[in-house]
């Protein structure tokens, strides 16, 4: 089963931004959805984007903002996280088909 490792969380001020980085253990072919949830402090996780094929989808309150992005040679999707807002503070997962990522931490301070 492919694994799943995350790293690029940390603490940043409002207006700002991060890229995070997700690093799979094997190739992930392109028909099997590969992106990136979030869980705030007593919320849902949520979905804030994702690739499907060669498409991607965005929550609307990330659109504009983040931008995913995927290097297959590394087997890796990317996060990038601008203008970044205290409501995107939370745990930052990555997922492949039914695998979850450990997770990392985003905190955006005002």
Same mark, same amino acid.
Do not use: H
């Given at each position: 089963? =492919?694994? /799943?490792? +995350?790293s690029?969380g940390? /603490? =940043?001020?409002?207006?700002?931004?991060l890229? /995070?980085?997700? %690093?799979?253990?094997?190739?992930?072919? &392109?028909?099997?959805? $590969?992106?990136?949830?979030?869980q705030?402090?007593?919320?849902?996780?949520?979905? %804030?984007?994702?690739?499907i094929?060669?498409?991607t @989808?965005?929550?609307?309150? =990330?659109k504009?903002?983040?931008?995913?992005?995927?290097? @297959?040679?590394? @087997?890796?999707?990317?996060?990038? $996280?601008n203008?970044?807002?205290? +409501?995107?503070?939370?745990?930052?997962?990555? @997922? =492949? #088909?039914? %695998?979850?990522?450990? #997770?990392? /931490?985003?905190?955006? &301070?005002?």
């Open positions: 089963q =492919v694994q /799943l490792v +995350e690029g940390g /603490l =940043v001020q409002a207006g700002g931004s890229r /995070l980085s997700c %690093v799979a253990s094997r190739t992930i072919f &392109s028909i099997i959805p $590969m992106g990136w949830y979030r705030a402090p007593g919320k849902q996780r949520e979905l %804030v984007g994702i690739f094929g060669d498409s @989808n965005y929550a609307d309150s =990330v504009g903002r983040f931008t995913i992005s995927r290097d @297959n040679a590394k @087997n890796t999707v990317y996060l990038q $996280m203008s970044l807002k205290p +409501e995107d503070t939370a745990v930052y997962y990555c @997922n =492949v #088909g039914t %695998v979850w990522g450990q #997770g990392t /931490l985003v905190t955006v &301070s005002s």
